[in-house]
């Protein structure tokens, strides 16, 4: 390779980690914002039933997708991971559900939230609507904190989807 060729390789790496840098720095700048996400979950969960109430734990296990974004670290179809765990007491009175996760993009960073549930279901067609808190993260979610309204719907086959708009800002 001669000389003019290596020093334009060079040049090329140089620019790209630069322009690579000031995206993650401007995304890192931004204090808050809004995004919106749908996720796709298989859950497995195992029933118990106490004298008046039912209690139901388990895992969800599937993808979250960005569909609208005012910037920051949440971009626009981008798609992650979610590995979370869901516990569900049921009884006449209705239903206690928290379901902590963490949720990683592509990159290996990572955001850990809580969502919570106090009405609906969890029968085929049933849900309901429900709040989730983020609660921090690392790489580009480092000190985002913030809260999602969330809609869930089950689906047959142990599947679920959720929609969700959020509100997040950085400390």
């Known amino acids: 390779m001669s000389i003019r060729n290596q020093i334009g390789a060079v040049l090329f790496t140089v620019v790209g980690t630069l322009c690579a840098t000031q ?5 890192h700048h931004v ?3 809004t995004y919106e996400f749908v996720l796709s ?11 008046e109430h039912v209690v139901r734990a388990g895992t ?3 993808t979250v997708t960005i569909i609208k974004s005012s910037g920051g670290p949440f971009k626009v179809g981008s798609s ?7 516990y569900l007491k049921k009884s006449a009175a209705g239903i206690d559900l928290e379901s902590p996760g963490a949720i990683t993009d592509p990159s290996g960073d990572t955001w850990y939230s809580v969502a919570r549930r106090s009405v609906g279901d969890q ?3 049933g849900g309901g609507a429900g709040l989730q808190e983020i609660s921090g993260g690392t790489g580009k979610y480092e000190g985002i904190t913030g809260t999602c309204e969330y809609t869930v719907d089950y689906l047959p086959d142990s599947r679920l989807v959720t929609r969700s708009n959020c509100q997040w800002q950085r400390d």
């Open 23 to 27: 995206t993650t720095v401007a995304d």
């Open 31 to 33: 204090k808050n914002g």
């Open 41 to 51: 979950a298989i859950t497995d969960f195992t029933a118990v039933k106490q004298l």
């Open 60 to 62: 969800l296990n599937g």
């Open 80 to 86: 992650s991971i979610l590995s979370g765990l869901l």
């Open 123 to 125: 029968a085929v067609g």
